[in-house]
Structure formats: structure tokens, C-alpha cells
């Protein structure tokens, strides 16, 4: 369903938002320290879901050279990061785009959909939209698919091995979570080339999955 869970986003506290981030482990960028060595040298790149600007702010503080394009649906945050991520345009633009409407000025060297922003699509869709992400990437890109590994501690309760849902005071969310297999599947099935499955623990003891697509 195309702009799932966009409320959600929409009505969350910042601060709500950056404690989450915190609980999990997520503030000081686990995710973004594993592959910098793998996309440092990237001419450009997306981000899928900006949220805060974590990551931008991260590729930035690390010395990152290239061009930075941050995707994101929910109007708040795009407002926040506008206001908090100071770099030029030529470095870094935000764009306010669903993933379903998803549009880039070129294609990229490196694709980050990070944080789960992948379990957010039904498992149907979630096969389409990687095929489509596929179209914005260059000839020897990648594209980055961060999971958690299976149990969750943070936030939401499992209903089953895959359907995850999130009630909360300021509304609901509905998740899929792809298994090991599916994510390979779903890279075969899209043309990359390999998909290589690189498992990580936050700083607050979470398991993920890191899986990097390339083309």
C-alpha cells in the first residue's frame, strides 16, 4: 500500500523519535560505521528515510566527499533536518518523497535503506520497490538493506515470524519482516549480482542483519 504508516511518522514527537534512536542503539550510528569503509569513496548517494538526519549528519562528521541525497516521506522530519543539517546544496538535498513516488536528479553510486525502512512494505511490495531502487543505482552500485536479525526489544511485538505491529498514544504501524532467504531471493530475482549477508550487534545489544545488494 503505497505511503504506509506515513502518520505515524508525521505525528511523533522529535524527542520521542531521538529517545527511540537512543534505546536502540541507532544514535551513534553502528549501521553507518560498518559500511563507511564501503561507500566513503561513493561519487553520490541516496538515503532511503532520513528520519533525523542521523546518517547525513554522520557521512558529513566523517569526512564524506560526495554528493547526498536524503529521502524522506514524513513533512516533520524533512522540516527538522532542513533546519538542523546545515551543509551546502551542493552536498546534501532533502527531498520530500515517498519511496513509491521515488524520483533522484541521477543514479548513484550507493543506496541506504537502512533502520528496517524495508519491513514497512508488504512482502509483495517489498520485492517491487527493491527492483526499483535497482533502477537508480550505477553500474557497480549497492544498495544497503539493514534488518533486525529476528527477536525485538525496542519496539513492536511480533505477531508471528514476520508480521510485526506497533501501537503507540500517537498512532500505529504494520511491518513484514523478510527473512534471510527472502532478502537473497529478492536480490536474485531483481538482477544484483551477489548479496552479502553481514550480521552486527548495536550498542545496546540488538541483533541486526546488514545485507549489501550489488549491482
Known amino acids: ?9 508525521q505525528n511523533i514527537k522529535m524527542s520521542t523519535f531521538l529517545d527511540i534512536a537512543h534505546q536502540s542503539g541507532f544514535d551513534t550510528c553502528p549501521d553507518m560505521e560498518l559500511i563507511f569503509e564501503r561507500i566513503k569513496d561513493t561519487r553520490s548517494l541516496a538515503e532511503l528515510g532520513g528520519g533525523y538526519g542521523r546518517c547525513v ?11 547526498i541525497y536524503c529521502i524522506e516521506r514524513a513533512a516533520s522530519m524533512v522540516k527538522y533536518m532542513q533546519e538542523s543539517i546545515t551543509a551546502p546544496t551542493d552536498r546534501v538535498e532533502i527531498f520530500h518523497q515517498d519511496i513509491c513516488d521515488l524520483r533522484l536528479p541521477e543514479r548513484v553510486d550507493a543506496i541506504l535503506w537502512l533502520w528496517s ?21 550505477n553500474k557497480s552500485g549497492s544498495l544497503f538493506i539493514d534488518t533486525p536479525h529476528s527477536e ?9 515470524d514476520h508480521i510485526i505491529r506497533v501501537e503507540t498514544d500517537w498512532g500505529s504501524l504494520e511491518a513484514y519482516l523478510p527473512s534471510q ?20 550487534t548495536t550498542p545496546t545489544g540488538l541483533r541486526r542483519v546488514m545485507y549489501e545488494l550489488k549491482v
Open 152 to 160: 525485538l526489544k525496542v519496539f513492536g511485538t511480533k505477531l508471528d
Open 1 to 9: 500500500m503505497p505511503h504506509r504508516n506515513v502518520s505515524f511518522y
Open 57 to 67: 549528519q554522520y557521512l558529513l562528521q566523517s569526512g564524506y566527499k560526495g554528493t
Open 117 to 137: 525502512g524495508i519491513l514497512e512494505q508488504s512482502k509483495a511490495e517489498q520485492h517491487l520497490y527493491v527492483a526499483r531502487i535497482k533502477t537508480f543505482l
Open 181 to 200: 532467504d527472502e532478502i537473497i531471493n529478492i536480490s536474485k530475482g531483481c538482477g544484483f549480482s551477489a548479496c552479502e549477508v553481514i550480521p552486527y
